[in-house]
């Protein structure tokens, strides 16, 4: 058997429960509904490549950090489910996306605690309303929060970008890191200066990079962005 096939079976077997849920039908069309919803208003990507993506992220860096299996899929659920709430509305959407993940969770079997967990850090993931409250929670929004890339950007006309198109077309690469020796969780990213520079990156997500920050000291950690190989706080 190939290691990718063995990597895949050892994974399902450690987090049946997150499996379970990326199978899930309804989910699968709230997200897909909610990227739809998005792309008619003009956002980025919203796609269950997001959804996955954040989800791996977030159960990574608890992995990472040393939490228990069950904490680390209850962020890898929260991470995958984190914006079905977009299909009802852009505005509060976390909201709403917590409520409806609710019922979803408890309908799959999920515990009670775990599910009303999962629920907690979807409705604090949006920075409009939420914060990092535990473990859990901060995962998602690290996780979401770093997710800024090129091929999340709908709209081809660059003469045409608003001013989040083009920070994160800017955006060549970015990894979520854990400098265990530092204790820091660290955004890197490589940036194309001719379209956005740090500054101007900065200044469109300080709030969320305000909430990183919150979210990494919920885990006891410090949060660190670089950009271009400088540090940018």
């Known amino acids: 058997m190939e290691k990718t096939e063995k990597k895949e079976k050892k994974g399902k077997a450690q987090f049946p429960f997150y499996q379970k849920i990326r199978k899930n039908e309804e989910v699968k069309e709230l997200i897909r509904r909610g990227n739809e919803v998005l792309g008619a208003l003009g956002y980025t990507e919203h796609s269950e490549k997001h959804a996955a993506k954040v989800a791996e992220t977030a159960g990574r860096l608890l992995s990472e950090l040393g939490y228990s299996q069950k904490e680390v899929e209850l962020a890898m659920v929260a991470g995958y489910m984190h914006d079905i709430g977009n299909s009802v509305n852009r505005h509060d959407h976390a909201h709403s996306g917590a409520i409806l993940a609710y019922g979803i969770l408890q309908k799959e079997g999920m515990d009670m605690a775990d599910a009303i967990r999962v629920m907690t850090a979807i409705g604090h993931h949006d920075e409009s309303t939420g914060t990092a409250v535990d473990p859990v929670s901060a995962a998602l929004i690290l996780a979401d929060k770093t997710d800024v890339r090129r091929n999340r950007v709908r709209n081809k006309n660059r003469a045409a970008f608003d001013a989040h198109d083009r920070v994160n077309y ?13 204790k820091t969780i660290q955004m890197e990213m490589e940036l194309d200066d001719s379209m956005c520079t740090v500054m101007d990156y900065f200044e469109i997500f300080l709030e ?11 885990l006891g950690w410090k949060f660190r962005l670089e950009a271009n190989g400088s540090r940018v706080c």
């Open 208 to 218: 969320r990079m305000l909430m990183c920050r919150r979210a990494a000291e919920v």
């Open 170 to 182: 800017a955006v060549l690469s970015a990894k979520l890191l854990v400098k265990q020796e530092k």
